[in-house]
């Protein structure tokens, strides 16, 4: 068997697909955040508009786009693959079960806010990525994403699944890290500081928009 | 029948040399062609194993177990010995040979004490490279402990853990030959009777412990390695289900039976604390190192140990010994804590209990050094009796611990039934009448790794051997009488439980034939033990069917062979007319108290022989003869 | 103290199991969970009935034998303590008390509480061990190890291969098991010369056996008898990336 069959074969490869994919929509995560916070500034959304027309347009950005839309694809598939095998892993359950005692809730549904988190995604790429690139692509971003958010109950829902992103990463991240090795080393300071930048202030961050196209704006 | 132990001839110091190279060798390409069982997987067994695999030989290894890593040997805490001398204080093979020869109470072979102090120095070389993880120094290199009866540091040790370390280092090695296909394991396995044929040991009968069917093994040699028969006293510091069946069965099949009475009782175990106890734990007397063994000087005392003032403690142990002081061996040691009881002078709310104080310790080194000497010691006390032994003194009472009496072997570790190999704790060979810490260990490995791969094929080159078959008359012979064991034990349908007979028969045990002995009080036990067997073949009720996974059938069949060798034990215990280390008998000993052997009438070993049911033993006696070590009266003063 | 026990029954592998409940009377709070077991045994089988299996040895928690979720819990509430080490003061008087078998496909169920657990056996056949023949070996001093190297080795070492990580793992893995081992060897210079194979033989044993995948619950850790840490499992993947990647 070859080095990559055999990675690929084995329970920690399939681990490390997820570990890395995991990380790679992160560092999505961190673009996206970046360009949203030009909502805020007083500009009438100028410089967002911008910064969309150019993600819009710019050629290099295409195959960015399949790739992170394969990661997603490839992170979620690895992630089925492996939840599957678990459960086979433990065909009858036991009649009680204290899990609660020895682990954190947030590591033990990560099939559940994966789930919400993806159909989220659903909505929020309809709702925003297919308005503004196929159906109206001449209209203002701007305006499209205030429109949306005006609406509270769509602002509900989004803020509810920004938190199942928040409880996805508050595992997903450092677990991501322990899977590499690299928790336990002298790294994990580091690494737990990170994390938190992650799991907490980058859903903050994304959260406040509606809210803030809701009340503020 | 004459005993003729083989000790090859030549100064003490070259022996072993001269007889290795002196037994015959099977040839490399010859050794698939032989098959050995080895039973049992603690140390002694899986050592043995693997390193009759890596040999060449096919091996055929199991255990009552599911697993080889379970074996009781696990269980050793303290350590392991070995005169490698690092610590530059006067370590040599001569001195380690010379204290074990004299912690037995000259009971031992000089021989067999010598090649094992020889070869203790590869065992910490083996395990070392296997992995295992022993104490360090700062440099990188070995840290060494001192342990009772010695006073060098020769003792090698994984934190607490040492038995499990080797244990595990030992099952890697025998996994490394599962994996190549040289050793078969078939665990949930219990042998049940030897076949002999031809008066060669030829095989075994094994039932399979989860469907109940009886299987038969077939070999050109039997290795027994399945340890001790401290349970026959139920409680002890063994694992529940350490038996002496296949010792028993062998001894029935004719191997002689070896100083059954030379049992010993560790001083530093938790007191029992009711009758639902169902065994007793041993902590590690290295805890002797650095803990202070007193009684209150008044009788009766109810006071906290902490009220105790300093002037009104007994610390015996340093008054009557105080060279050794509280690292005396453990006969002595455990002597001294029943005679503190007995006088009335015990601890705790059964009285039977001794202080093992850290007081003084903590306050000179701190309480972090402790922890990390002891730390799980400590916990694991906690633990069982709720108390915190930081802040108030540990109790602890003697306990059974290991048997030195076994199966008889020879030099090579042979049985009187050639082929049948006994080693580690089931054989009688290299402790005496007391063994001293840190040595169990060692004897297990070297006759694992060292002494029987060498041996065994003396054996195996030179023997003739017929094809052997299932359908032998032998082996049919084998198969049909386990069978009607079984049968007898589950037609009794009487109305107590096997459990209930184990625990009769501990009480019997420990009340006559524990620490202290009187001619009267062994005859006493003799019949009762008697009696209470008796009962059993008529009372017991034992559920459940034979094909099945039953273990109240195992229970009963190991406590019926317990019921017979407790006898057997009793008998030795009452034969031998002096005392000599785990074996006190009152009517022998010294002004102030200390065993009196009797050198000129019991310098022998004491080999018992089955002469059928129902029928008295015979004694079979090999004599000890001392060329370098002259016996002396043990002296830890 | 007197406690209800539902106790999972099961005949055989292949038959169909049930919790079944029972009371135990007047139990001492410094017993030992197994010795409330054989109590309860001893009374069963005065009736006539087949007494409770359950694996047991040692009883002292070393042989690793003695393995039960007690009232949801590996080896009970106890944290650090396996089976048998657990004392009924742990419980409050007039408890319900679930016991249950461990629960793994890897881990067929024998009798009632009794499972076998021989894959870890396979597992550790499959390189979890140094190749050394006996009498290959040089002066135990030869090989300096450092302390702190010596100390996280037996940290890891100290397993006793009980499967509780196994059993409450929601996925049933064994990776802190398999970790303990490769860990351990990694450590050492001795297991230095097979270190690649190891961990991809010994993952790939325990792929095989059927054990799920790690996700980094750490449930395992929390309910270890021993407490091995996760850092082993870290240990282990740094390891499989050096023999996949490297």
């Known amino acids: ?217 | 029948m004459t005993l003729d132990a083989k000790i090859p001839s030549g100064p003490i110091e070259k022996k072993w040399d001269t007889h290795r190279f002196n037994i015959k060798l099977v040839n490399a390409a010859n050794k698939r062609k032989y098959t050995v069982i080895v039973v049992g997987t603690g140390l002694a067994g899986a050592s043995a194993a693997a390193s009759l695999g890596e040999l060449g030989y096919n091996v055929i290894s199991l255990c009552y177990h599911e697993s080889p890593r379970r074996a009781h040997s696990i269980a050793a805490q303290g350590g392991i010995n070995a005169p490698k001398n690092y610590t530059n204080d006067g370590d040599s093979i001569y001195r380690l040979f010379y204290d074990t020869l004299k912690g037995g109470d000259y009971r031992a072979r000089e021989a067999n004490v010598y090649r094992l102090a020889q070869v203790s120095g590869n065992i910490i070389d083996q395990c070392v490279a296997q992995g295992v993880p022993f104490g360090r120094e700062y440099g990188g290199l070995l840290d060494n402990r001192s342990f009772g009866g010695a006073q060098v540091s020769r003792t090698f040790y994984a934190r607490g853990q040492t038995g499990q370390q080797l244990l595990l280092g030992a099952y890697s090695a025998l996994s490394r030959q599962i994996d190549a296909g040289k050793v078969k394991f078939y665990p949930r396995r219990e042998m049940l009777d030897l076949i002999v044929s031809d008066g060669q040991a030829r095989g075994i009968v094994a039932r399979d412990l989860v469907g109940g069917d009886l299987e038969v093994y077939l070999a050109h040699a039997v290795v027994l390695a399945t340890g001790g028969y401290a349970n026959t006293f139920y409680l002890s510091t063994m694992a529940k289900a350490s038996n002496a069946t296949a010792i028993w069965r062998a001894y029935k099949r004719g191997a002689l039976f070896a100083n059954p009475c030379f049992t010993q009782i560790h001083p530093t175990c938790i007191p029992q604390s009711g009758p639902y106890q169902s065994k007793l734990t041993l902590m590690s007397e290295s805890l002797r190192n650095d803990g202070r063994i007193w009684v209150p000087k008044k009788k009766g005392d109810d006071r906290n140990p902490g009220d105790i003032p300093e002037a009104e403690r007994d610390y015996y142990l340093e008054r009557l010994y105080p060279s050794f002081g509280n690292l005396v061996p453990r006969d002595v040691a455990s002597r001294r804590a029943k005679e503190m009881c007995d006088n009335g002078f015990g601890v705790g709310p059964t009285k039977l209990a001794v202080y093992l104080d850290f007081a003084d310790a903590i306050n000179r080194n701190g309480k972090k050094w402790i922890q990390e000497k002891y730390g799980n010691l400590f916990d694991m006390y906690h633990e069982i009796t709720a108390e915190d032994p930081y802040k108030t003194p540990m109790r602890i009472y003697p306990a059974v611990h290991y048997t030195m009496g076994g199966l008889w072997v020879d030099y090579n570790l042979m049985s009187t039934i050639p082929g049948l190999y006994v080693i580690g704790e089931a054989n009688f060979s290299d402790h005496g009448a007391n063994r001293l810490g840190a040595s169990a260990l060692m004897q297990g490995l070297a006759d694992g790794y060292f002494i029987l791969p060498y041996t065994i094929g003396d054996y195996l080159a030179t023997a003739a051997f017929k094809p052997m078959q299932d359908a032998d008359k032998a082996v049919k012979e084998a198969r049909d009488a386990t069978q009607a064991r079984i049968a007898r034990l589950l037609a009794v349908k009487g109305k107590r439980t096997p459990d209930d007979f184990h625990k009769a028969l501990g009480q019997i045990m420990w009340n006559n034939v524990g620490m202290g002995r009187n001619k009267k009080r062994l005859t006493e036990a003799i019949k009762q033990i008697v009696a209470l067997r008796e009962e059993f073949w008529r009372d017991v009720n034992v559920v459940g069917g034979p094909n099945d996974f039953n273990s109240e059938l195992e229970r009963a069949g190991r406590i019926a062979d317990f019921l017979e060798l407790g006898e057997l034990l009793a008998r030795d215990a009452l034969h031998r007319n002096e005392s000599c280390g785990g074996h006190f008998r009152e009517e022998y000993q010294t002004e102030d108290g200390e065993a009196k052997r009797d050198d000129k009438k019991f310098a022998y070993v004491a080999a018992w022989g089955y002469a059928g049911e129902g029928k008295t033993p015979v004694l079979h006696k090999e004599p000890l003869t001392f060329e370098y070590v002259k016996p002396s009266q043990r002296s830890y003063k | ?246």
């Open chain 1, 1 to 217: 068997m070859s080095k990559t069959t055999s990675f690929l074969m084995s329970s920690v490869g399939r681990k490390m697909i997820m570990a890395l994919s995991g990380l790679f929509l992160c560092s999505f995560l961190v673009v996206h955040l970046y360009i949203n916070l030009f909502l805020f500034k007083s500009d009438y959304g100028v410089e967002f508009d911008a910064y969309s027309h150019f993600m819009a347009t710019y050629p290099l950005i295409r195959p960015i786009e399949i790739v992170l839309f394969l990661g997603f694809l490839l992170h979620a598939i690895v992630g089925i693959w492996l939840w599957l095998m678990n459960r086979r892993a433990r065909p009858v359950k036991y009649e009680v079960l204290k899990a609660s005692e020895n682990s954190a809730l947030s590591s033990r549904i990560m099939w559940v806010t994966g789930i919400v988190v993806a159909a989220f995604l659903v909505v929020h790429i309809n709702s925003f990525f297919i308005t503004s690139r196929f159906l109206t692509p001449e209209r203002s971003m701007f305006v499209i994403v205030r429109e949306v958010f005006r609406n509270p109950w769509y602002d509900a829902f989004y803020v509810v699944a920004l938190g199942f992103l928040a409880y996805h990463l508050k595992h997903g991240f450092q677990s991501a890290f322990q899977t590499f090795g690299l928790r336990g080393t002298r790294y994990q300071r580091l690494i737990d500081l990170v994390a938190m930048i992650f799991w907490l202030l980058i859903p903050i961050g994304f959260a406040a928009m509606p809210l803030y196209f809701l009340w503020a704006y």
């Open chain 3, 1 to 246: 103290m007197n406690f209800t026990l539902k106790i999972w029954r099961q005949k055989s592998r292949t038959d169909e199991g049930k919790l079944v409940t029972y009371t135990v009377r007047d139990i001492s709070p410094d017993a030992s969970f197994l010795e409330m077991l054989d109590i309860l045994n001893e009374t069963l089988v005065r009736r006539g009935e087949e007494p409770v299996a359950f694996d047991h040895d040692c009883r002292e928690g070393i042989c690793g034998s003695c393995g039960l979720m007690i009232e949801g819990r590996a080896h009970g509430p106890h944290r650090g303590s396996a089976t048998c080490e657990l004392r009924m003061r742990s419980f409050e008087d007039d408890d319900t008390i679930t016991v249950e078998p461990w629960r793994a496909r890897p881990f067929p169920i024998i009798k009632d509480l009794v499972v076998d657990r021989t894959a870890f056996d396979r597992i550790m056949a499959a390189g979890g061990y140094v190749s050394v023949k006996t009498g290959q070996a040089p002066d135990a001093n030869a090989i300096p190890v450092p302390k702190h190297c010596a100390e996280k080795a037996m940290d890891a070492a100290v397993c006793i291969g009980c499967g509780a990580c196994v059993a409450t793992c929601p996925n049933g893995s064994a990776m802190l098991f398999v970790a303990a081992k490769v860990s351990q060897l990694a450590l050492l210079p001795q297991g230095h010369a097979e270190r690649k194979e190891r961990v991809g033989r010994m993952l790939a044993q325990m792929d095989a056996e059927g054990f799920g995948a790690c996700s980094n619950t750490y449930a395992c850790e929390a309910e270890c008898p021993k407490q091995i840490s996760v850092e082993h499992i870290a240990r282990l993947n740094r390891e499989f990336i050096r023999a996949k990647v490297s």
